[in-house]
């Protein structure tokens, strides 16, 4: 069997690079690692026997991506899993958010994955073959205070990811959508901005602000093990693919509380949301 072409972006620190420190040492995998400073990639020479594309990927540059996917599609001839991992985070009350803050995130996690995306669809649909793994949190399932604009950007990539997972359904390319809870990564330190509160009517939430951000590092998941997770999913289980995948136990014990509350708040609104229908002919 021909070796499978996987794409990861933000491969420097986290999930990116555990993931990608497993698939460099997979003899059928070639891997296209990408990071904005692929200097920050030595970790992976231990493992290159020719399989290993370092690619310098800033996922908000539309020129890199057009090169990524043709350096990797030259070398390769392939692209059959498409990881969009790159993101960052940014904590602070909705009223007070910097706008500019939160549109740079909204274009790292939502439109880097959406041009990832669009780069790498033509070769899986005319192979009839491929994986896309998008990176949601448990902050695309449920909200919290001061995460609003976050959660903006991983509903959006929850929605994005559905929707194109029923359009690809029947050209052999499937779609996991990775909702992790928090994970010993560099997420909720460097790579989340924050804001804090000057309004009294918000000193309430600084705090969940400094224990965020001070959390770093002390989260109960680990990146190692969900990258396995991730890996064993795509190439064990491709045929039943789940489309969500919750990590780590409060994302997962989350997601199954916030469900059964909307469906009971559903179920008990129906009529009343019937009612607005034109009335049946
Ligand atoms: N850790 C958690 O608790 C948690 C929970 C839920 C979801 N997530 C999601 O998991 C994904 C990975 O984050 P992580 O937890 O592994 O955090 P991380 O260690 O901070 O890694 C983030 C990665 O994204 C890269 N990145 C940031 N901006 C980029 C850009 N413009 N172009 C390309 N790469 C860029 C970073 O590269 P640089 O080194 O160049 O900055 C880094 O490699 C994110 O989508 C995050 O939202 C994390």
Do not use: C
């Not at 448990?138 to 990539?157: C, D, E, M, N």
């Not at 000193?203 to 064993?232: L, R, S, V």
């Amino acid at each position: 069997m021909s070796n499978k072409t996987w794409i990861v972006t933000g491969t420097s620190t986290g999930f990116g690079k555990e993931l990608a420190a497993l698939l460099a040492q997979q003899e059928d995998v070639n891997l296209v690692a990408t990071a904005r400073h692929t200097d920050q990639l030595d970790y992976l020479d231990q493992y290159d026997h020719g399989q290993i594309l370092k690619h310098n990927l800033d996922v908000t540059n539309s020129d890199e991506i057009k090169d990524t996917i043709n350096n990797a599609l030259e070398k390769f001839g392939t692209i059959d899993v498409l990881v969009n991992n790159a993101g960052l985070g940014y904590f602070a009350t909705f009223e007070e958010s910097d706008l500019k803050e939160a549109k740079y995130m909204f274009d790292v996690n939502v439109w880097g994955l959406a041009e990832m995306t669009q780069a790498v669809l033509p070769t899986m649909r005319k192979q009839r073959f491929g994986a896309i793994v998008n990176f949601s949190s448990i902050g695309g399932l449920a909200s919290f205070p001061i995460w609003s604009f976050y959660h903006g950007t991983k509903y959006a990539v929850e929605g994005i990811s559905e929707s194109i997972a029923k359009e690809t359904a029947d050209l052999g390319i499937k779609m996991m959508i990775v909702e992790p809870s928090g994970f010993r990564t560099d997420w909720a330190g460097r790579s989340s901005k924050k804001t804090m509160p000057t309004h009294d009517d918000y000193q309430k939430f600084a705090k969940d602000i400094t224990t965020n951000a001070a959390g770093a590092h002390h989260e109960p998941g680990d990146p190692k093990a969900a990258a396995k997770i991730i890996y064993d999913e795509v190439t064990d289980n491709f045929a039943d693919l789940p489309l969500r995948l919750p990590l780590g136990k409060f994302s997962v014990d989350t997601a199954i509380e916030k469900y059964e509350n909307t469906l009971k708040e559903f179920k008990k609104s129906r009529d009343l949301s019937i009612s607005a229908d034109q009335p049946e002919k």
